[in-house]
């Protein structure tokens, strides 16, 4: 039965779902950049759920990015612009880190995922807001210990944050001399290494059902994650045809202060 508190739940998903879509549109990016700090406030405002709401907004949110980048890598592989080479030594090691993200993410109180969520938050806006674009620090990838260890922190930063690849992966092999391009496409594939065994424990998270919004599996909101596949998908192109009238180097700013933003306002709202 339909009732008018279901009908402003919907409405509001697909509000979060419309601008999570334009955002990631316009600035190249998805996941947690959009969808969490959509969701969440969507939850806290209608009042839904209770301390494990940050925790059901990023799992919902990986669960979306199976779908999303899935499309991305395909997209990404016939344009050549993803190094398998790369993928197959990386992605194991993401997944690993994954595992252990979704698991700490599991036993952190939201307060402490929400100062998680806005510290790397903060992070990536500096690396974005202060290091000049095509900046590198490598003339190459690294190799052994130090791509093991990269690789386990780019998974387990994504799956307590609920993004993909793009926002760690990206930037770091960047930063380690890959073209910038190929470096979003083989960071893509990190977002499939990220979001499947993370997905995965996220829907199979013991949480009081009770203290969760209605429909909640684990800590995955199945509403929502119709509700935001489809409406991301909707408006992500007009955000994207914006960010080609926008010099890149605005861009690069606008979503530098736009994760400040976010942080702030997840970061103080998980302590309310």
Known sequence: MITPDLIWVLLALISAGLFAGFVGGLFGVGGGTTIVPALYVVFEVLGLGGPYNLHVAIGTSLTIIIVTTGRSL???HAKGAVDFAILRRWAPWV????VLGAVLARLTPEAGLGLIYGGFSLMIAAILGLLPEGTQIRQSPPTGWGQKLISVFIGGASAMMGVGGGAFGATTLSLCGLPIHRAVGTATGFGLATAIPSAILYIVIN????????????????PAVVALAICTVTTAPVGARLAHSLPRSALRRSFAIY?????IVVFFTSRT
Do not use: K, S, W, Y
Request: aromatic letters at 0%.
């Open 74 to 76: 395909l997209a990404h």
């Open 95 to 98: 997944c690993v880190g994954a």
């Open 207 to 222: 949480l009081d059902l009770t203290e969760t919004p209605p429909l909640t599996v684990g800590a995955v909101n199945l």
């Open 259 to 263: 994760m400040i933003l976010t942080a």
